[in-house]
T-cell receptor
Framework: SQKIEQNSEALNIQEGKTATLTCNYT??????LQWYRQDPGRGPVFLLL?????KEKRKERLKVTFDTTLKQSLFHITASQPADSATYLC??????????????FGKGNQVVVIP | ETGVTQSPTHLIKTRGQQVTLRCSSQ?????VSWYQQALGQGPQFIFQ???????GRGNFPPRFSGLQFPNYSSELNVNALELDDSALYLC??????????????FGPGTRLTVL
């Protein structure tokens, strides 16, 4: 069965440093991968999408890489700020496989930015 | 804010009861998906509705059912509630254009507690 793995341990990082999160998957061939941010008691908020034929995507202080050979995506937050403290979820999508854009989520990885 | 609203915010039910959760999609969106998020887990796909028809279902029993209305609002119904149904229920709206962008906009969720 498909597996989407994110580090279960919270990432504590000093303000100004780069936070790097990992998403590994098995038994899945995503057409694209999305990253979401979730604050406690709130719904996930879309951050970035990267397609299977793209290596890297950037948006402001965020960077995502996607390696379909390693079956891995890395998510980077540069110059991290306390306001970046949240849980970050990776989600895989394959519309042609399922006939819809259902998201298959990992468990999420909590980031705590220390002032 | 994503423009997706859900009601109620919180709900407490007892085992065996039935519950209806409601979602109002973002204007212009033709698709609504429902997800269940247990504590400490990523959201799990329940089902999706596209133009009022079910368009894919996750690994959930038939006592989970739904509806999408012409105005693209939606309901999730759960019959014969079990303790394990306690979770945050999220709806997400999107516009399927066939161009693979498919960013999903999540509501704030309904926290269901089954006693």
């Amino acid at each position: 069965s498909q597996k989407i793995e994110q580090n279960s341990e919270a990432l504590n990082i000093q303000e100004g440093k780069t936070a790097t999160l990992t998403c590994n998957y098995t038994n899945y061939s995503p057409a694209y991968l999305q990253w979401y941010r979730q604050d406690p008691g709130r719904g996930p908020v879309f951050l970035l999408l990267i397609r299977e034929n793209e290596k890297e995507k950037r948006k402001e202080r965020l960077k995502v890489t996607f390696d379909t050979t390693l079956k891995q995506s890395l998510f980077h937050i540069t110059a991290s700020q306390p306001a970046d403290s949240a849980t970050y979820l990776c989600a895989l999508v394959n519309p042609s496989l399922y006939g819809n854009n259902r998201l298959a989520f990992g468990k999420g990885n909590q980031v705590v930015v220390i002032p | 804010e994503t423009g997706v609203t859900q009601s109620p915010t919180h709900l407490i039910k007892t085992r065996g009861q039935q519950v209806t959760l409601r979602c109002s999609s973002q204007s212009g969106h033709n698709t609504v998906s429902w997800y269940q998020q247990a504590l400490g887990q990523g959201p799990q796909f329940i089902f999706q509705y596209y133009r009022e028809e079910e368009n894919g279902r996750g690994n959930f029993p038939p006592r989970f059912s739904g509806l999408q209305f012409p105005n693209y609002s939606s309901e999730l119904n759960v019959n014969a509630l079990e303790l394990d149904d306690s979770a945050l229920y999220l709806c997400a709206s999107s516009f399927i254009s066939g161009q693979g962008k498919d960013e999903q906009f999540f509501g704030p969720g309904t926290r269901l507690t089954v006693l």
